[in-house]
């Protein structure tokens, strides 16, 4: 059924890296009924973001190796049934403790999705067919990411937030019958080490020692870290300082990740005619200077709705290709290994998203100022960690 180079495995694998916006940007629009509803503060409910984005990165780490040890087919089923159970707890959550509990291991849960689509892409394809298919599978985060938002608005209004899980459990139900009758195992060779600590830790080791995954999961950080610095301030940023009405900023997003989909959706096209290296070079020179314009229009006083929402746009098109061209790029040369290697990358992009998230919030001030620094200065370490990283032949 899920044949290379077919719609279905874009479908599957696209579906499956779309669980990470399902479970975080749907649910995000329905906060503002979380306090009231479970008697809380809104310090509580920001924690339930900031717990699901440590799971997601810790769970990336461990279903990694137990894909390349036990295949892909079980590691994910035991995700999807990990995200339903949690899912069913955070719908019948009575009290803001539960809640951040079960957010935790719906992340957990969820995160094998990030792994194991990816490395379900490598075990079927080689070279610039591995690009070409993650980049037409990054089309489907984007999409999620323009659209989920708004449905999480309306769905919370008229239903309430605990609607949000109940779609969380359907998915996670979905996808686990998909998965049972519809996938076969993908995987070539299993590695019955990839889960001891000491094979682990030298097959880790080994990953970071390689410079051409260095400098993709370098550069693939700092893109991540400029994201989540924009998901985490643009809100305050575009309501509280440009007066921007609320109802409307989820167009305002729906702009800019769109502009994500559509450049991963042109990845895919360039990439079997152009160099991948130079694609993802030339995009993540894109992703540097937007990130400086941005800053350049806050410090002339020219920063605006129309006037930021342009550049964030040019800037998530190239992240677009980043994305995508970064994932192939940094996995193609560990076949042998590339759940581990899915893993680490995962990891330590999540890590990277959180902080760059936490860093704008921490240092948000009323002005725009502290959003575009922060995104300029990750912005510039996209094309620059590659390059100083990175043999002159990386694959």
């Given at each position: 059924?899920?044949?290379?180079?077919?719609?279905?495995?874009?479908?599957?694998?696209?579906?499956?890296?779309?669980?990470?916006?399902?479970?975080?940007?749907?649910?995000?629009?329905?906060?503002?009924?979380?306090?009231?509803?479970?008697?809380?503060?809104?310090?509580?409910?920001?924690?339930?973001?900031?717990?699901?984005?440590?799971?997601?990165?810790?769970?990336?780490?461990i279903y990694g190796p137990l894909a390349d040890r036990f295949g892909r087919r079980p590691a994910m089923m035991g995700g999807l049934v990990l995200f339903g159970l949690a899912s069913i707890v955070c719908l019948?959550?009575?009290?803001?403790?539960?809640?951040?509990?079960?957010?935790?291991?719906?992340?957990?849960?969820?995160?094998?999705?990030?792994?194991?689509?990816?490395?379900?892409?490598?075990?079927?394809?080689?070279?610039?067919?591995?690009?070409?298919?993650?980049?037409?599978?990054?089309?489907?985060?984007?999409?999620?990411?323009?659209t989920l938002p708004v449905a999480g608005s309306f769905l919370s209004v008229w239903f309430g937030w605990r609607v949000v899980f109940a779609i969380h459990l359907g998915v996670s139900a979905g996808f686990l019958?998909?998965?049972?009758?519809?996938?076969?195992?993908?995987?070539?060779?299993?590695?019955?080490?990839?889960?001891?600590?000491?094979?682990?830790?030298?097959?880790?080791?080994?990953?970071?020692?390689?410079?051409?995954?260095?400098?993709?999961?370098?550069?693939?950080?700092?893109?991540?870290?400029?994201?989540?610095?924009?998901?985490?301030?643009?809100?305050?940023?575009?309501?509280?300082?440009?007066?921007?009405?609320?109802?409307?900023?989820?167009?305002?997003?729906?702009?800019?990740?769109?502009?994500?989909?559509?450049?991963?959706?042109?990845?895919?096209?360039?990439?079997?005619?152009?160099?991948?290296?130079?694609?993802?070079?030339?995009?993540?020179?894109?992703?540097?200077?937007?990130?400086?314009?941005?800053?350049?229009?806050?410090?002339?006083?020219?920063?605006?709705?129309?006037?930021?929402?342009?550049?964030?746009?040019?800037?998530?098109?190239?992240?677009?290709?980043?994305?995508?061209?970064?994932?192939?790029?940094?996995?193609?040369?560990?076949?042998?290994?590339?759940?581990?290697?899915s893993a680490v990358l995962g990891f330590v992009q999540g890590a990277a998203a959180a902080a760059g998230g936490a860093l704008v919030g921490f240092l948000f001030d009323g002005t725009a100022l502290p959003m575009?620094?922060?995104?300029?200065?990750?912005?510039?370490?996209?094309?620059?960690?590659?390059?100083?990283?990175?043999?002159?032949?990386?694959?």
């Open positions: 059924m899920f044949r290379p180079n077919s719609i279905s495995l874009i479908f599957l694998s696209g579906g499956l890296l779309a669980l990470g916006p399902l479970t975080l940007d749907m649910y995000i629009p329905a906060l503002p009924g979380l306090a009231p509803s479970l008697g809380t503060t809104a310090s509580l409910v920001q924690l339930t973001i900031s717990v699901f984005l440590i799971g997601f990165a810790v769970g990336q780490l019948f959550a009575p009290n803001i403790e539960t809640l951040i509990v079960a957010r935790f291991f719906q992340a957990l849960g969820v995160s094998a999705g990030q792994v194991i689509s990816r490395a379900i892409i490598r075990d079927r394809h080689e070279g610039s067919d591995t690009s070409r298919m993650l980049a037409y599978a990054t089309v489907f985060i984007g999409v999620a990411s323009a019958l998909l998965i049972w009758f519809g996938f076969e195992e993908t995987i070539r060779r299993r590695d019955p080490a990839a889960t001891r600590i000491g094979p682990m830790a030298r097959n880790i080791v080994r990953l970071l020692a390689d410079r051409t995954f260095s400098a993709y999961m370098a550069s693939l950080s700092f893109m991540l870290g400029a994201a989540l610095a924009f998901i985490t301030g643009s809100s305050f940023v575009f309501v509280e300082v440009f007066g921007l009405q609320p109802q409307n900023f989820g167009f305002v997003f729906t702009g800019v990740a769109g502009s994500f989909a559509v450049g991963s959706l042109v990845a895919g096209r360039l990439v079997r005619r152009f160099e991948a290296r130079h694609l993802f070079v030339g995009a993540g020179i894109l992703v540097a200077v937007m990130g400086v314009v941005l800053e350049a229009v806050v410090l002339t006083g020219q920063a605006g709705v129309y006037s930021m929402t342009g550049p964030f746009m040019a800037m998530t098109f190239g992240m677009g290709f980043v994305l995508s061209l970064g994932i192939a790029g940094a996995l193609a040369p560990h076949s042998e290994m590339a759940g581990t290697a575009a620094t922060t995104i300029a200065v990750l912005a510039l370490g996209v094309p620059v960690s590659f390059l100083i990283i990175a043999p002159r032949r990386a694959a």
